[in-house]
């Protein structure tokens, strides 16, 4: 979603909760020095003089049997060159079973190439399914704080609850990232990142609404690999995602805003101010940061400006996530994008959203699943949204609205070979829950699945729990039944029976240490799609 911005934006539980407050990030911006290129922060016997953990620790895409371990060399986060010596330097990992490190299962060592960052992605194999494991690192002198972990179930194991959060969408500048502090105390097997996990803008002296002093590094847009790095480097410096990132696994996705606002494939935002060449070494740029800063199998490597990023993941016989890409392989936006009336150009049916490869795995996974819970985790608003008052529609050419021939096609697949097909959403800084209809101008039509959309961590500022657009969206729509534009993230917990879903609200984010609550809570029964209040 296109965020309203200047170029330069300016002014056991117990014991469960004991590691969360010992591990939580450290990081803070009073780290934050003057701009330029970082000396290495290395003395002649190869130990840091200072913390090179500084990122703190991830892990993500768990499989049965395995999980990856993320962490970042870089002492100087907020410096071109991170303060790394360029060569390589070795970091050695070890996975125990316990919280203080001493039930040790596995050790080993890789190298931190200069080439990525001095990022490692470490695939640990040869574990047991369904289990929490604990990780940490250790390089010249230095450890890292212990991150918790635990890997899928097996396929088809019988599973009688899952839980996991799914965000999106945390420009730094608009606000504190307190909801993460909130999530990472709720002891998730799982957490989804839907994509804007930074801002492409450049960020003002003052960090916008945190109030930091930030250097004169940050004043333009990312395009070079050292600028998209360094803007890693600050959101990322954030303790409460940090902590978040240190609670549970993730599994995440990119938007648009990792890249560029509203690219589609390989046309820019404004291509009258970067050829298709520009915008692919940029968009090669933005996918090696994005990788080098997220706990992605090396699989995940980009190539240039392509990044093989959708993917499939199986929690037992109670779930299926499949993880989108809406952003590479994408139509460019109809009529121009934005919300639009009378809009033919998006009922071609050659334009597309997912690709012809994508869509083609997605149906067959779908049609192919046992899962109890078959879940799409995607960027953008898949149900039909009317902006406009009275019997004329708007409707946004960004998300699925502009697609309707692949929507058309998964909503086929959802009524016909689906046993309870579940949409998860990020982009639009609002909270929403929406029926999916097999024709959405008809409300008498059959519901054939349900769609939860979560607002924004910090993009947007402090939002508000409604407003008229809220009211607009409500009274022209009938399937979308809840709306809020607060900041926060969802929960969902997964039974044979029900999904439960809970929207997770803070009352501001402008300023730090906002309480949270749950504002609704939804409901969908085994085999009976379409929303229920709890």
């Keep these: 979603m296109d965020l309203e911005n200047p170029e330069i934006p300016d002014p056991s539980a117990h014991s469960r909760r004991r590691f969360l407050q010992r591990t939580g990030g450290a990081a803070t911006l009073a780290a934050v020095g ?90 640990v194999t040869g574990l047991e399914s369904n289990t929490e494991y604990y990780y940490q690192f250790r390089t010249g002198g230095r450890q890292s704080s212990v991150g918790r972990t635990k890997t899928a179930p097996a396929p088809n194991a019988r599973l009688d609850e899952f839980s996991f959060a799914f965000a999106s969408c945390q420009a730094w500048y608009n606000g504190f990232y307190t909801a993460y502090k909130y999530m990472a105390d709720d002891e998730l097997d799982l957490i989804i990142h839907l994509g804007d996990y930074i801002y492409e803008y450049g960020i003002g002296p003052n960090g916008g609404e945190r109030n930091t002093s930030v250097p004169q590094v940050y004043r333009t847009e990312p395009k070079t690999l050292d600028r998209y790095r360094l803007q890693y480097g600050l959101y990322k ?44 070494q940029r968009r090669a ?60 150009e998006r009922l071609d049916p050659s334009r597309t959203i997912l690709g012809d490869a994508q869509e083609e795995w997605l149906l067959d996974n779908l049609g192919n699943s046992t899962a109890t819970w078959d879940i799409i985790a995607n960027q953008v608003l898949m149900a039909e949204m009317d902006f406009e008052r009275g019997p004329e529609e708007a409707l946004s050419m960004d998300k699925w609205d502009g697609y309707i021939a692949d929507r058309d096609r998964v909503l086929t697949t959802f009524e016909q070979e689906v046993r309870n097909p579940v949409v998860i959403t990020g982009d639009f800084h609002r909270n929403f829950a929406n029926n999916l209809k097999k024709d959405f101008d008809d409300p008498d039509s059959a519901t054939i699945g349900t ?84």
């Design 34 to 123: 003057t701009a330029g290129h970082a000396t290495a922060a290395m003395d002649d016997q190869g130990r840091f003089t200072s913390d090179p953990f500084s990122l703190g620790v991830a892990s993500g895409d768990p499989l049965p049997d395995s999980v990856i371990l993320w962490t970042r060399l870089v002492p100087e986060p907020f410096k071109r060159g991170g303060g790394m010596p360029d060569r390589r330097v070795p970091v050695q990992w070890t996975v125990a079973a316990d919280e203080d490190m001493r039930e040790i299962v596995q050790t080993g060592e890789v190298f931190a190439q200069p080439e990525h960052a001095h990022s490692v992605h470490v695939d």
């Design 237 to 280: 410096s954030d303790p409460n995602l940090q902590a978040a990132h240190a609670s549970a696994p993730w599994i995440v996705t990119f938007d648009d805003h990792e890249v560029d606002n509203n690219w589609a494939d390989e046309d820019p935002q404004d291509p009258d101010k970067q050829s298709v060449r520009e915008f692919l």
């Design 451 to 534: 769609e939860f959309i979560g607002t924004s961590i910090s993009s947007g500022k402090n939002g508000t729990e409604m407003d008229d657009f809220g009211r607009r969206i409500l009274a022209e729509n009938e399937h979308i039944k809840y709306h809020n534009a607060q900041r926060g993230y969802v929960r969902c917990t997964l039974t044979p029976d029900q999904w439960q879903t809970d929207y997770q609200v803070v009352p501001y984010v402008t300023d730090p240490g906002a309480p949270i609550h749950t504002d609704a809570s939804f409901v969908v029964k085994d085999g009976n799609p379409g929303l229920q209040e709890r």
């Design 285 to 344: 740029n933005g996918l090696q940061a994005y990788f080098e800063h997220m706990p992605l199998r090396p699989s995940r490597m980009p190539d240039g400006p392509d990044m093989p990023v959708y993917r499939n993941f199986t929690f037992g016989d109670l779930a299926e996530f499949n993880i989108l890409d809406t952003r590479q392989y994408r139509s460019d936006q109809a009529c121009g994008g934005g919300a639009k009336k009378d809009c033919k």
